[in-house]
């Protein structure tokens, strides 16, 4: 569900155009971490 979250929120911020890199590399990290937890 989280994943679901960040989809949402990149959304929102999607609206503000100029946040929209910003928010692109908050996702990778948030993706990065979560796939790295998962595994172990």
Do not use: P, R, W
């Not at 990149?10 to 890199?21: H, L, R």
């Amino acid at each position: 569900y989280i994943n679901y979250s960040l989809i949402e929120e990149f959304n929102y911020i999607k609206n503000d155009g100029q946040k929209i890199c910003l928010q692109a590399m908050f996702t990778d990290d948030a993706g990065k971490h979560g796939e790295v937890i998962k595994l172990h």
